[in-house]
């Protein structure tokens, strides 16, 4: 299918890129991988007079590893954090939902910041920021701003971002070596978008009880959720099959999924419980999987 006609610019600066944007008084659009826009420029779900290509911006692309956490710039692509050796330990999590994102190809232009900006509820990014309690940091016309990533997400596709607002860097708190995690998803086949995932990740303490526990749950509402009644069942128990079994229920609890052409509301209620389940059935081995 045909895109609708659009004007193309490439600039190599950042503060060109956002005075484009700015310029473009709500009727330009960034392109990043382009993975999502494309689909919604040849269906018409979006017709902009202008796309701002990010793709000559290399400050955007950088991934970086230090005590204070990870920090991904939006241009990040998806081969590029599963190409990173040091995000195998710097964030497990993160590195092993990408591993779901998508396929070959599509993971080699599509990005993290774009996955963010578009803001599929069924996407597994936007479930992983929120879980992880990520900042997203932006630039535009009234300047820099960071935007915890609890907030950040109003609805489906729908984020707090301005129109002329550029997502720069995703922030990931540090990950420390002997957390657990566990990263599980339902989708017709790998690398489709999840049917229903769930996140979850605690710490332990000296007696081997959970603490700070995060409960994520994916493609089960109009933008990613905390589960925080799931959390609030792990939080000062050893996690047991007692524990796991009330969290599951806690989880398919919390939700209120819609009936789609891909599953019942009540299939996807089910669904993520077994994935809350599961995940932390792997968290619990220490050796955190998906
Ligand atoms: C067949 C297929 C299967 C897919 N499967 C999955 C999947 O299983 N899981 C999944 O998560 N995704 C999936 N995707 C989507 C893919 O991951 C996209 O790459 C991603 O959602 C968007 O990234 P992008 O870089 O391609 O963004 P683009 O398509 O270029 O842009 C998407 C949106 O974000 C905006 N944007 C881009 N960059 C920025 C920025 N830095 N600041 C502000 N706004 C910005 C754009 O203006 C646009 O509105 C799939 C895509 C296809 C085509």
């Not at 990014?125 to 300047?143: D, R, S, Y």
């Not at 990263?183 to 690398?191: D, K, L, N, T, V």
């Amino acid at each position: 299918m045909k895109l609708p006609p659009f004007e193309y610019a490439c600039p190599t600066k950042l503060s060109e890129a956002v005075a484009l944007l700015a310029a473009g008084n709500g009727d330009a659009k960034l392109i990043a991988g382009g993975q999502s826009l494309v689909p919604m420029l040849a269906f018409r779900l979006a017709a902009p007079a202008l796309l701002v290509d990010l793709r000559k911006l290399p400050e955007l692309r950088k991934i970086a590893v230090s005590a204070d956490g990870v920090v991904l710039g939006s241009m990040a692509r998806w081969c590029d954090i599963l190409a990173d050796a040091r995000l195998r330990t710097a964030h497990p999590l993160l590195r092993a939902a990408v591993t779901h994102v998508a396929h070959y190809q599509i993971r080699n232009r599509g990005t993290i910041g774009g996955s963010i900006a578009h803001a599929d509820p069924a996407a597994e990014m936007p479930g992983i920021v929120l879980t992880c309690e990520a900042e997203i940091a932006t630039v535009g016309t009234a300047g820099e701003r960071v935007i915890k990533a609890a907030d950040f997400f109003v609805g489906p596709l729908m984020t707090l971002l301005e129109p002329d607002e550029i997502i720069v860097e995703i922030r990931l708190p540090a990950w420390p070596a002997q957390r657990r995690w566990g990263f599980q998803e339902f989708a017709r086949r790998r690398g489709d978008f999840a049917m229903a995932a769930a996140a979850v990740w605690y710490d332990q303490d000296a007696s081997g009880k959970a603490r700070n526990a995060h409960v994520g749950a994916i493609g089960v509402g109009d933008r990613p959720q905390r589960l925080t009644a799931g959390e609030a069942v792990l939080n000062g128990r050893l996690i047991d099959e007692a524990a796991i079994a009330q969290a599951e229920a806690a989880a398919s609890a919390a939700v209120d999924p819609q009936t789609d052409i891909h599953a019942s509301a009540d299939y996807r209620r089910a669904l993520v419980g077994t994935m809350v389940e599961r995940a932390l059935k792997s968290a619990r081995t220490g050796i955190g999987k998906n």
